[in-house]
């Protein structure tokens, strides 16, 4: 199974893009049965989580850094997870990566790449002027 999240491109400060990930290579997976992360890194630093989406009861959970201005949600027709990126910032800028796995138990767990299972190549944010 390959995830892959597209989408990423250039936009200037304030502006807005809306990133997709979806999953190939078994017909028999699917992302409703996970919980799907996305998380973001910059050259030469730490993989930092940015959104999940709980499979079953459709919680969603947010960084401090982007809560208001991200928003994570499933499509209706298609096996595939959006992150609509609002009033998006240039600290924003970075490879956006999505993510499946299982439910852990504790209240963190989603916040750490260690607990995904499933990875995709990334798609490249930049917001600059």
């Known amino acids: 199974v390959q995830l892959q999240a597209f989408g990423g491109g250039l936009v200037q400060p304030g502006g807005s893009l809306r990133l997709s990930c979806a999953a190939s290579?078994?017909?028999?997976?699917?992302?409703?049965?996970?919980?799907i992360g996305w998380f973001r890194q910059v050259s030469g630093k730490e993989r930092e989580w940015v959104s999940c989406?709980?499979?079953?009861?459709?919680?969603?959970e947010y960084a401090d850094s982007v809560k208001g201005r991200l928003s994570i949600s499933r499509g209706d027709a298609k096996d595939t997870v959006y992150l609509q990126m609002n009033n998006l910032k240039p600290e924003d800028t970075a490879i956006y990566y999505c993510?499946?796995?299982?439910?852990?138990?504790?209240?963190?767990?989603?916040?750490?790449?260690?607990?995904?299972?499933?990875w995709g190549q990334g798609t490249l944010v930049t917001v600059s002027s």
């Open positions: 993510a499946a796995g299982p439910e852990h138990y504790g209240s963190t767990w989603f916040e750490k790449a260690a607990n995904y299972d499933y």
């Open positions: 290579g078994d017909s028999e997976f699917s992302l409703r049965d996970y919980v």
């Open positions: 989406l709980f499979g079953t009861a459709g919680l969603r």
